[in-house]
């Protein structure tokens, strides 16, 4: 069984920055990409940045310049650091892995979601 444990969400006002951090946990052997989605209420979750094993990196374009992606494969864990938050980035953001677990199997999972509130 694996896990991705999320944290780092919570409200910060416009232009601030927050820091969400992702660890995967369990019978893992390697992971592939690892990234970041959000969904805002009434609309689609959507892909805001992703970070491949090697380290290649894709954002939104409503989030170049303004967020970073990494991962430290030691750990299990990938990061989001946001700045110049925007009122349109209030989300659940959630983090997902696609990756192989110790008996050889492909598996992509998904965290339980941090909200993230941008708000005078």
């Known amino acids: 069984q694996v896990q991705l444990v999320e944290s780092g969400g919570g409200l910060v006002q416009p232009g601030g920055s927050l820091r969400l951090s992702c660890r995967a946990s369990?019978?893992?052997?390697?992971?592939?990409?690892m990234g970041w989605y959000r969904q805002a209420p009434g609309k689609q979750r959507e892909l805001v940045a992703a970070?491949?094993?090697?380290?290649?990196?894709n954002y939104a374009d409503s989030v170049k310049g303004r967020f970073t992606i990494s991962r430290d494969n030691a750990k299990n864990t990938v990061y989001l650091q946001m700045n110049s938050l925007k009122f349109e980035d209030t989300a659940v953001y959630y983090c997902?892995?696609?990756?192989?677990?110790?008996?050889?199997?492909?598996?992509?999972?998904w965290g339980q979601g941090t909200q993230v509130t941008v708000s005078s």
């Open positions: 997902n892995a696609d990756l192989w677990d110790s008996r050889g199997f492909r598996h992509n999972y």
């Open positions: 369990g019978s893992i052997f390697s992971i592939n990409d």
């Open positions: 970070i491949t094993s090697g380290g290649s990196t």
